[in-house]
């Protein structure tokens, strides 16, 4: 930038020789560097003296050009490594929070800031870039016109300093609307991805009028925080092009009329302003648009800040964990950051026994999620042990205990793209025999053998072109694909047929003795064949034993459960 600074200076030198070979007016305007130039130019012809400080002209301008093209792209790879490594970053952190920042966050703020905040960070820091530019550029300049005509360069700067301290309530302004603007987008997203998933809903029950004022009151208020900016930007440039305007020919007046200034020195005035009033419009443009992206970095940083504080600590390398005795809770309580009620777990005594089948059942909000959630190691008690075949789980032992478990959730969530895609997420070495292997067992592979594309069939965002039965077919494929030695099901056959689910209990009943089951049910009839039977209620266990044994115990919450169940099922 220093060069491209030296080369405009220059630029601007040469002028001077060239007004005084031009012969349109008498050289008044002399420089002792530039004396030798001027006398030596004068013993040639004038053609030929013009000819010559045209070309130098031309050359030092192309040169200045080049620079200013290598600079560009330097300051734009710097942008995009920087935005690279802030997006790698932010993502990072993210991915690597405990369970419990997710419960905290909203998922549109989250996609808001891996997007349109990411992307306001990565141009604000193209403009500081600018700025520092702009600042050595302006430093230097300054410096080589002080040398040319120090009279017209400090009126140059008391203007530029006048202006400076005017327009600071447009950068004030600036910030707040880039505070509004994270604010806005936020919700914008929040709203549209609200609409989208929900459109089924919106459809059916005729809710479309509604979400509709919902969207148009909140892009209206998008339209005025927009109209805001583009005012405070409109008025900062028509302020500084109608003080320029005033400030120059005020300036060429009092010259010329009062002091009898020459043509070439009105001339010399007009370059210098032209160079350096530029300067001082871009860089307090540049800084309006610092100020208002100025928000949104902090967002991320805060964001980033609170993935740190949230942050697990993995092993990236740690194996899998071959369950031989059990899992086992002791004493194990937790409570919801922000939760002043009863406990979510209270005192929690569990034992797990290694390749059974253990069913948890309970009222809705019981604490079975939460406790399912415990022995995933996605929350930490807050009270008790969690033990893997004796020895208690900590930190260092989660990433190997995630390795060793396939969740299937009640809410069946696929990727878009193929089902093979999904497949190979959960085993990249699966074989094709693998894969059918695994859809045999969830009673998926009549169905996926009708498809004209089979494996390679898109599914749509999250299986949106499949039912809710074959969506948890799969998705039960998928988990068994990965071979656990722990496979936890919350309800997951709730949407199969009466058909595909006595298919699937056979073969969780054909898993028995290699592979840990434990599983969320709501439906009694998937269960009988448990080995063990927990009945969680208000986050306490209140009774465990056999499906026969608790359905026997007069006055007990499973015989009360399952007797509501019996009376729907008439």
Known sequence: MVMVSLFAGVGTFLLIPLISLSGLTEATVKLSLLTPLTEALREHPPAASLGIVLSAYTVVMLGQFALQRTVTIRNVRLMNRFGEDVRLETYRGIMNAEWPFFLRKKKTDLTNALSAELARVIHGTFLVLQVAASSVFMFIQIGLAFWLAPGVTGFVLACGTILAVFSSRYIKKAKALGGQSSSLAQAYLSEITDQLNGMKEIKSNNLIASRWDG???????????????????????????????????????????MFHAKLDQLLIVVIIFARLWPIFTGLQASLQQLASALPAFVSVTELQEECRRASERLDANAGKIALTYGVECRDVSFRYAGDNGARALEEVNLFIPANGMTAVVGRSGAGKSTLIDVLMGLIRPQRGQVLIDGRQLDQADIQALRNSISYVPQDPYLFSGTMRENFMLAQPNATEADLWEALEFASAAPFVRKLPEGLDTQIGDRGIRLSGGERQRLVLARAILRKPSILIMDEATSALDSENETNIQSALEALKGTMTVIVIAHRFSTIRSADQVVVLDEGRIVQCGSFVQLAEETGGLFQVLLGNQRKLAM
Do not use: N, P
């Open 215 to 257: 969207y148009q009151k909140l892009v209206k208020k998008m339209t005025t925080e927009s109209m805001g900016y583009i005012q405070i930007k409109s008025g900062s440039d028509f302020l500084y092009k109608a003080a320029s305007t005033l400030f120059i020919s005020a300036f060429l007046y009092v010259s010329a009329t």
